[in-house]
């Protein structure tokens, strides 16, 4: 029997993706209700016409009163006032903002809106955005406009398959979603940019990303303002749901909330749910990699850093299998661990859920960073009835001591500086020196690092770089 001793994780935060989608799939609801004093036919105008061809658009949505009352909307306006690029006319009369708008019990009226973009300009972002506001009895309500500004491939909440290609950008706005059965695959060289809260959302199908070592996929927020270049949360990331098996290779994901989400697994895949090769996934708003529920991830040459919360989150049971990774943590909060392993999650029912771990191997990697203790584990065994296996073996580990003397712990390095060329410029190739150096173990190892750079098959490198 494996008894697992807790290093405790304090106050571990979970965070919890409600999906409210909808998705445009050929039909839609005529009227979006609310409880508010007003509703609406779209709680979002999108004007989907790239600027290069059109230069201006007209939409339309209905305003309701679904009370038996006349109501008095005391004030409508255009959030961007008169620098915004959308006009309105709003029962017959043109501006941009309006005042004392009666519409009768049951009744509704239309909306027109209309967006200018100069056609020559050039330096738009991907996404321009507004809304139109309305002021009932002192209570705010919205309706957002979107107008595609740049020329790409826009996704606004819909169902996507078959191939992106790298011709130009692909842009999520809202969800992109791979249905049941389904599978996407994003070819090398492509830009993959999500708007706020977005994320391209695996249920019950496939993703495969094929990036290469020259070129790889590149996912990112949609402002591509200087500002923006490191501000984190930009948007959610890629979300698995009981995916087939997917495969990520060559990939850079950064700025967002969650790098990769794995929730549960297609009960039919036999082998790992996701398969993620030399990839890098940085200045994530919570987790690099979250695995929770039962799925199986396996990984090979992956440098996960800046985050704030933990480079690898294991929650409520699954599997994984890491191998010349680096998982670090040099942040503002030095004191977080870069792997934290917990087995159990009170969800919303109430009920405490606990799962297994069958597998929880990590070979020849980095687990490092500027905290005493990179390592933390929060499990239930239930007296042997839930199964917890692990094993660290030829990793440069940062932790309170040594325990290779403990079971699953075997041929370890321990609380030796990596001897990075630059953690402050988050370069992490290795000097000379380093205890990386010609140690880890060839049965373990990866042909290639994660640039593709050919490993010594005798004495190949810790972690996801071999030195050049």
């Keep these: 029997m494996i008894y697992i001793k807790k290093y405790g994780i304090q106050g571990i935060v979970f965070l919890v993706l409600t999906l409210g989608l909808t998705l445009h799939s050929g039909c839609r609801k005529d ?5 508010d004093f007003l509703a609406f036919s779209q709680d979002t105008v999108v004007f989907d016409t790239v600027f290069t061809t059109v230069g201006s658009s007209t939409r339309r949505f209905k305003i309701y009163n679904p009370s038996n009352r006349q109501v008095n909307v005391s004030k409508v306006y255009l959030g961007g006032g008169e620098k915004s690029p959308f006009r309105m006319n709003l029962n017959g009369i043109s501006g941009t903002s ?13 909306c027109f809106v209309e967006v200018t973009l100069d056609i020559n300009d050039q330096n738009y972002p991907m996404i321009i955005e507004d809304s139109i506001v309305f002021f009932t009895n002192g209570k705010e309500q919205r309706v957002i406009l979107a107008v595609w500004g740049q020329d790409a491939h826009f996704y606004f909440s819909q169902f996507v398959e078959g191939v992106w290609t790298n011709d130009k950008p692909h842009v999520i706005y809202n969800v992109a979603a791979i249905d049941s059965a389904k599978s996407l695959t994003i070819e090398a060289g492509t830009r993959v940019h999500l708007h706020n809260q977005s994320l391209l959302y695996v249920r019950k199908g496939a993703l495969h990303i094929q990036g290469t070592s020259e070129n790889p996929v590149i996912f990112q927020g949609d402002r591509l303002e200087p500002f923006y270049q490191n501000v984190r949360g930009q948007y959610y990331g890629i979300y698995f749901e009981k995916a087939l098996h997917s495969t990520i290779n060559h990939a850079v994901l950064k700025n967002g909330t969650v790098g990769i989400h ?16 030399n990839t890098k996934i940085y200045n994530q708003a919570r987790y690099g990699i ?5 799925s199986k991830i396996y990984g090979e040459n992956l440098l996960v850093y800046d985050y704030d919360l ?8 699954g599997s994984y299998n890491f191998r010349q990774c680096n998982f670090l943590s040099y942040g503002t909060d030095g004191s977080q661990p870069a792997i934290a392993i917990r087995n159990y999650f009170t969800r919303g029912d109430g009920i405490t859920y606990i799962g297994s771990i069958p597998e929880g191997n990590i070979y020849n990697s980095v687990l490092y960073g500027s905290g005493t203790n990179q390592i933390a584990y929060d499990t239930i065994t239930q007296g042997g009835a839930v199964t917890i296996n692990y094993l660290y073996r030829n990793n440069l580990i940062r932790l309170d001591e040594n325990r290779d003397a403990e079971q699953g712990f075997e041929q370890n390095f321990w609380n030796i500086d990596p001897e990075f060329k630059s ?30 750079i050919t490993r010594n098959p005798a004495n190949p490198d810790i972690g996801c770089y071999e030195a050049d």
């Design 423 to 452: 953690i402050e410029d988050r370069d992490f190739l290795f000097e000379s020196n380093s205890i990386l150096r010609n140690n880890a173990d060839p049965s373990f190892t990866t042909i290639n690092d994660i640039r593709g």
């Design 31 to 35: 009227l979006i209700l609310s409880s």
């Design 310 to 317: 933990y480079s690898f989150f294991q929650l409520e049971g």
């Design 262 to 277: 794995v929730f549960s697994e297609a009960p039919s895949n036999t082998g790992y749910t996701v398969d993620i090769r």
């Design 98 to 110: 309006f005042e004392n708008v009666s519409i009768p019990g049951n009744d509704s009226l239309f």
């Design 290 to 294: 979250f695995n929770y529920d039962g």
